[in-house]
């Protein structure tokens, strides 16, 4: 039995609306739970126009097939928020965030201004950081009436101060980072209690955009894999919209091979928090990946890249 976490990020209105339900299905046909992160706020990907410029950013568009966007994301999609009224993700569609958990999956908070956060990093003040996580937490109440103490940030980048207030709010875990196995974050002398659940595997876009044929992405999830520990992120508005087959193949492929897919949850309850290494936190840019994120240490030199390159 190979554990692997499965983390589904909601970054968009229009991801939440179409690629949530087709997710859900699909997990539900193969029996899996899985661990929802919406952002709690307004939808900005508007924002991403700015981006055009950013260097990888246009070569991520075309891997994705422009055509395919606008039939699946409207024609009007990266004008919200400019031309059309700014709409809350999350919030702005409690119905299907309650239905996730009524089908028995878990739900943390991605934010509450996507956008914000991941272009501010690493230069994010700690009074930012705890307005954000105020916001997010306000909203999730708004639907749920209790508080949400599950935090998954913006595009992976994290910073000390987070750890602080999520210590402080009472967290068991947390997923900021990318790495190859569960740790307690190290901030020179001082070790943080929240157990840090790092993204272990490529993203699908990742693997695409580094040229990697999608017919060859479940073989290349099967090489990632390690015995003991794995996390999987997925987006509503690629897997759950654009690649849908792709999504498919690779969750099949990975069942075939022994793989039980576990919410951050019921790992958590499974494995605890005990003997975990105190590790410190660095950063780095993945293969297919646009900009530095977050990464435990030890992922520097101990990660999946070599698989991939074998493969170009």
Known sequence: MIPVLLRVDIDFSFGLKKGVPYIMDVLERYGIKATFFPVMGPDTVSSHTKKFSQKG?????????????????????FLRG???PLKYVGSGHPEILKKIISAGHELGLHSYNHAQWANQWPNLPDTYIEEELKRAGDEYRKVFKKDCRLWGSPNWRTSEYLYHLLDKNGSRY???????SPFSPKYGDRVYKTVEFPISMPALHELIQTGIRKQDTPKIFEKCLTSDYNQWVIHCYYEGILEKEMFENVLKHLMEKGCTFYTFEQFFE???????P????????VPG???KVSCQKT???NNYFTHLSANL
């Open 289 to 291: 990946g646009i900009g």
């Open 299 to 301: 992922f520097l030199k």
């Open 278 to 285: 105190a590790c410190e936190i660095d950063s780095i840019t």
């Open 82 to 84: 400019k031309l059309l």
């Open 270 to 276: 499974q494995t605890g928090s005990g003997c975990l």
């Open 174 to 180: 947390t997923s900021n980072t990318r790495g190859n």
């Open 57 to 77: 950013y246009i070569k991520r568009i075309m891997t994705m097939n422009p055509l395919k966007m606008l039939a699946g994301f409207g024609p009007l999609f």
